[in-house]
């Protein structure tokens, strides 16, 4: 058997992708492949990546991150969920929260239960029904705990950080495990001429850098997965039709959230992500529907408190490359693809994809069966992510707006289609293996996006359990466990405390 194993990779681009690529193969390849990572400061990195969801703590678990250290190195604070403001309608408010709703009590599904309350007359919201948000509106935080016959076992929780500090981060990490960094603007990529594989890339200064595989994390532009491999791009903007953005930080004001909040706007909707330093702050809008100088006022008009820098545009189109390996190129984080961050969801599909890579390493820098599964596997993630984002925007009952009334009333995917008449009927959620938002987030956002079941689960009528008594006791038992935490404030000052920024 002949071993033609990959001896030295190449990472274009710096970053939040970047590093977190370099940080995982150094870390798992063990020394046996070269890894250098290539980068220029002329560019910069987008750096708004700064909300997560809970697998990032798999990530940094599988580097054997320390979780405090890890926090006061990136200004990070923690994350129970998202809160959803005027989405649904115009004055409505929801939770979407990391973990269950209550503890299961009977086979029924818990939320079969509160649809037989609330055609009862229950008016209780949901969002009770989650340890998550019981703790977060108070604004406490403690990690859950370990004894599943526990309430505080039910929820879960993410981060937020400083994207930029936690590339920084993990650069030390991934350099102490022998990862090469080099400085340097690219302003060539050579192929080979009979296979069309990439066998390198110039920089400005004349060097040359070489390399049996590339991964492509240089941003919206794909200076290798798209400029040198041309693989195509598939644009969903009929769906996500936002494409661009306002970000800035300010300073510290109101609550000191444990979650993320999301306010729709005009046009789009705004971002608010408390770290220890300051808030991040975002507009993300369709400049079809309002102008730049109009969304940065919106922004602007709408902070907690002072911001510390001027406003920073971006612009995107939603979508994903057609191939996202190609030849012995695989793209990772933007460009890859790109959907708006309403759900957090940026920095997982960097680490899905880094993930999937060391699954399917190839043995050679041409593994066509590697190749071809990355593809259908990380297109299968993309769409199903997809489709929930979609969710958010065409399950509204507003029509106040020209964006919003569009949203309303868009052609939408088959499978989502699928999705939502089976919720609509029955308040049956379907879902398949490779979906990364498991059943209590689509219960959430069809709940909180006003999606109204006709009817609930027949055997919650023919159970002969007392569901109101039981979701009563739910309620008293998460607030007695959720009064008990400490604040979010507490635990970071004792556990996590990052130092100051002058």
Same mark, same amino acid.
């Given at each position: 058997?002949?071993?033609?194993?990959?001896?030295?990779?190449?990472?274009?681009? +710096?970053?939040?992708?970047?590093?977190?690529?370099?940080?995982?193969?150094?870390?798992?390849?063990?020394?046996?492949?070269?890894?250098?990572?290539?980068?220029? $400061?002329?560019?910069?990195?987008?750096?708004?990546?700064?909300? $997560?969801?809970?697998?990032?703590?798999?990530?940094?678990?599988?580097?054997?991150?320390?979780?405090?250290?890890?926090?006061?190195?990136?200004?990070?604070?923690?994350?129970?969920?998202?809160?959803?403001?005027?989405?649904?309608?115009?004055?409505?408010?929801?939770?979407?929260?990391?973990?269950?709703?209550?503890?299961?009590?009977?086979?029924?599904?818990?939320?079969?239960?509160?649809?037989?309350?609330?055609?009862?007359?229950?008016?209780?919201?949901?969002?009770?029904?989650?340890?998550?948000?019981?703790?977060?509106?108070?604004?406490?935080?403690?990690?859950?705990?370990q004894d599943r016959r526990m309430v505080q076992s039910t929820f879960d929780y993410a981060y937020?950080?400083?994207?930029?500090?936690?590339? +920084?981060?993990?650069?030390?990490?991934?350099?102490?495990?022998?990862?090469?960094?080099?400085?340097? *603007?690219?302003?060539?990529?050579?192929?080979?001429?009979?296979?069309?594989?990439?066998?390198?890339?110039?920089?400005?200064?004349?060097?040359?850098?070489?390399?049996d595989f590339f991964i492509d994390c240089s941003g919206f532009r794909g200076l290798l997965i798209?400029?040198?491999?041309?693989?195509?791009?598939?644009?969903?903007?009929?769906?996500?039709?936002?494409?661009?953005?306002?970000?800035?930080?300010?300073?510290?004001?109101?609550?000191?959230?444990?979650? $993320?909040?999301?306010?729709?706007?005009?046009?789009?909707?705004?971002?608010?992500?408390?770290?220890?330093?300051?808030i991040g702050n975002g507009y993300v809008y369709c400049s079809e529907y309002i102008s730049d100088?109009?969304?940065?006022?919106?922004?602007?008009?709408?902070?907690?408190?002072?911001?510390?820098?001027?406003?920073?545009?971006?612009?995107?189109?939603?979508? /994903?490359?057609? *191939?996202?390996?190609?030849?012995?190129?695989?793209?990772?984080?933007?460009?890859?693809?790109?959907?708006?961050?309403?759900?957090?969801?940026?920095?997982?599909?960097?680490?899905?994809?880094?993930?999937?890579?060391?699954?399917?390493?190839?043995?050679?820098?041409?593994?066509?069966?590697?190749?071809?599964?990355?593809? /259908?596997?990380?297109?299968?993630?993309?769409?199903?992510?997809?489709?929930?984002?979609?969710?958010?925007?065409?399950? $509204?009952?507003?029509?106040?707006?020209?964006?919003?009334?569009?949203?309303?009333?868009?052609?939408?995917?088959?499978?989502?289609?699928?999705?939502?008449?089976?919720?609509?009927?029955? +308040? /049956?959620?379907?879902?398949?293996?490779?979906?990364?938002?498991?059943?209590?987030?689509?219960?959430?956002?069809?709940?909180?996006?006003?999606?109204?079941?006709?009817?609930?689960?027949?055997?919650?009528?023919? /159970?002969?359990?007392?569901?109101?008594?039981?979701?009563?006791?739910?309620?008293?038992?998460?607030?007695?466990?959720?009064?008990?935490?400490?604040?979010?404030?507490?635990?970071?000052?004792?556990?996590?405390?990052?130092?100051?920024?002058?």
């Amino acid at each position: 058997m002949q071993n033609k194993a990959v001896k030295k990779i190449l990472i274009v681009g +710096g970053g939040s992708a970047g590093w977190m690529t370099a940080a995982s193969l150094a870390n798992s390849l063990g020394g046996n492949c070269a890894i250098e990572l290539v980068e220029s $400061t002329e560019i910069g990195v987008v750096g708004v990546g700064e909300a $997560t969801i809970p697998p990032i703590k798999l990530f940094n678990q599988k580097l054997g991150l320390d979780e405090n250290e890890f926090i006061k190195a990136t200004q990070g604070t923690f994350k129970l969920g998202i809160e959803f403001v005027n989405w649904g309608k115009q004055g409505h408010r929801y939770f979407h929260p990391f973990g269950d709703y209550g503890a299961p009590f009977d086979a029924v599904q818990l939320h079969h239960y509160w649809l037989q309350a609330r055609a009862r007359g229950d008016i209780t919201s949901l969002d009770d029904y989650s340890f998550a948000w019981v703790a977060g509106k108070a604004g406490k935080f403690h990690p859950p705990a370990q004894d599943r016959r526990m309430v505080q076992s039910t929820f879960d929780y993410a981060y937020h950080f400083d994207a930029v500090l936690y590339a +920084g981060y993990l650069r030390r990490f991934a350099e102490k495990r022998g990862v090469k960094h080099t400085e340097g *603007k690219i302003i060539n990529v050579s192929h080979d001429p009979e296979s069309g594989f990439i066998s390198g890339v110039t920089l400005e200064n004349g060097t040359s850098l070489e390399a049996d595989f590339f991964i492509d994390c240089s941003g919206f532009r794909g200076l290798l997965i798209e400029g040198a491999l041309e693989t195509g791009y598939d644009d969903w903007t009929h769906w996500l039709p936002c494409n661009r953005a306002v970000a800035v930080p300010c300073k510290h004001g109101g609550d000191f959230t444990p979650y $993320t909040r999301s306010t729709a706007r005009e046009a789009g909707w705004q971002w608010r992500i408390p770290l220890q330093h300051r808030i991040g702050n975002g507009y993300v809008y369709c400049s079809e529907y309002i102008s730049d100088d109009e969304a940065t006022a919106t922004l602007m008009a709408n902070l907690d408190g002072e911001a510390l820098t001027d406003p920073r545009p971006l612009q995107f189109t939603t979508g /994903r490359r057609k *191939k996202f390996w190609h030849k012995n190129c695989v793209a990772i984080g933007l460009s890859a693809g790109f959907m708006e961050p309403l759900e957090s969801t940026s920095l997982h599909l960097i680490q899905a994809g880094i993930t999937r890579l060391l699954a399917l390493f190839p043995n050679s820098k041409a593994d066509k069966l590697a190749e071809e599964e990355y593809n /259908r596997l990380t297109g299968l993630e993309y769409e199903a992510t997809r489709d929930f984002l979609i969710l958010h925007y065409c399950a $509204t009952e507003r029509k106040d707006t020209p964006l919003w009334n569009y949203c309303r009333h868009m052609e939408i995917p088959e499978n989502l289609q699928y999705k939502i008449d089976h919720f609509r009927e029955a +308040g /049956r959620i379907v879902a398949s293996d490779f979906e990364l938002f498991r059943n209590p987030s689509w219960l959430a956002v069809f709940i909180g996006q006003l999606v109204q079941p006709k009817s609930y689960d027949p055997l919650a009528d023919m /159970r002969g359990i007392d569901g109101a008594r039981r979701l009563a006791g739910l309620r008293r038992v998460m607030q007695e466990a959720a009064n008990q935490m400490p604040s979010h404030q507490d635990y970071i000052n004792r556990y996590c405390k990052a130092p100051l920024i002058s």
